[in-house]
């Protein structure tokens, strides 16, 4: 299956943007995208996965283990051979079973012969890439639960009758879904780094612009990949940049002011709104090839880490981007 070129996606500079964030900074907490149907929310994750170069996996490993970290994968050192594999993305299924997430034990294998057989479930085959939920809304809560705690974590545990096994399973965590079917619960969007509003385009130009782009894709994807690849190879060499210089990246005394008092003047609920802010607007500086935070960063992050934090007001009922934006101005100017 052709996968379409990130580059190649008109619009949703928003949602782009927060998933190059992501994928600079991980430890950010995966981005939750609201929407309309059809508007290429799972196109561009799975054209960002497509996008990154290959990963090294430790051969025959079912938990796509790291050989720079074997330490983490005692059960996955039998093999000293190292290949290359397409960084994963998994789509999780809203029919999927805990034992299809988390894994399963085979306990009668177990119990009849001493032996400890884990089928590894979707979490192993997302660690070090993606997982994909589409309607995240309509999941159930203790399948999101579930999901947010590895997330957060970076580890699976699965537990059954006095038998454990535990693996690493750190992904970046992309859920989508329509308001309008149904709303994720505040604490569990809390637990997402970033949030991102996409709306179809009512831009006449923008709507032609991608039926070009869809129609000659269809026709000929290699010649449209051909097409993109210079703009897709610009975007890694920024990914790639980024993430080697996250660590470096200054963020003055002022700018940390600035989050805590954003923070304080929205009403955003606990501190991970202030700890998400300090790590997108440094991931976003890294994108740009900066070496110190500045306060247009701050604000460029600050809607897609607060808006989903903020709690409601009842004497108050305009969007939360819009607070957002009333407290910059009224901050910063």
Not at 66 to 88: A, I
Not at 112 to 118: D, I, S
Not at 122 to 141: K, M, S, T, V
Not at 162 to 167: D, I
């Amino acid at each position: 299956m052709s996968v379409f070129p990130f580059s190649a996606i008109v619009g949703q500079d928003e949602m782009k943007q927060a998933l190059l964030i992501s994928a600079v900074d991980p430890r950010i907490g995966g981005v939750m995208v609201f929407g309309d149907r059809g508007t290429g929310k799972s196109t561009a994750a799975r054209a960002l996965s497509a996008l990154l170069p290959p990963m090294r996996i430790v051969e025959g490993s079912r938990f796509n283990c790291d050989p720079d970290h074997r330490e983490d994968y005692p059960e996955e050192l039998t093999s000293k051979r190292v290949r290359r594999v397409p960084v994963p993305f998994v789509d999780l299924p809203l029919g999927a079973t805990e034992d299809r997430v988390v894994g399963a034990l085979d306990l009668e294998r177990a119990l009849g012969k001493g032996e400890k057989a884990f089928e590894p479930g979707l979490l192993a085959r997302a660690h070090r890439g993606f997982l994909y939920i589409d309607e995240i809304n309509l999941l159930e809560d203790h399948l999101v639960d579930l999901l947010l705690d590895v997330a957060t974590s970076g580890e699976n545990l699965v537990e059954r009758e006095g038998l454990s096994v535990r693996h690493p399973a750190r992904f970046v965590l992309i859920g989508s879904g329509n308001p309008e079917e149904g709303e994720l619960r505040p604490q569990l969007l809390d637990r997402f780094g970033l949030s991102v509003e996409v709306k179809t385009p009512d831009d006449i130009e923008q709507r032609i612009e991608i039926m070009r782009r869809c129609d000659a894709q269809e026709r000929d994807a290699d010649a449209f990949a051909e097409e993109w690849k210079a703009a897709d190879t610009n975007i890694l060499r920024q990914i790639a940049r980024g993430q080697k210089a996250l660590d470096k990246i200054d963020v003055p005394e002022a700018i940390l002011t600035d989050a805590a008092e954003l923070c304080v003047a929205v009403g955003a609920d606990g501190l991970r709104g202030e700890l998400t802010l300090m790590r997108a607007s440094k991931a976003l500086t890294a994108l740009q090839g900066k070496r110190k935070v500045r306060r247009e960063h701050l604000i460029a992050v600050a809607p897609m880490a607060l808006r989903h934090r903020l709690r409601r007001d009842v004497l108050d009922e305009t969007g939360s981007t819009v607070r957002i934006d009333r407290a910059i101005e009224e901050l910063f100017g």
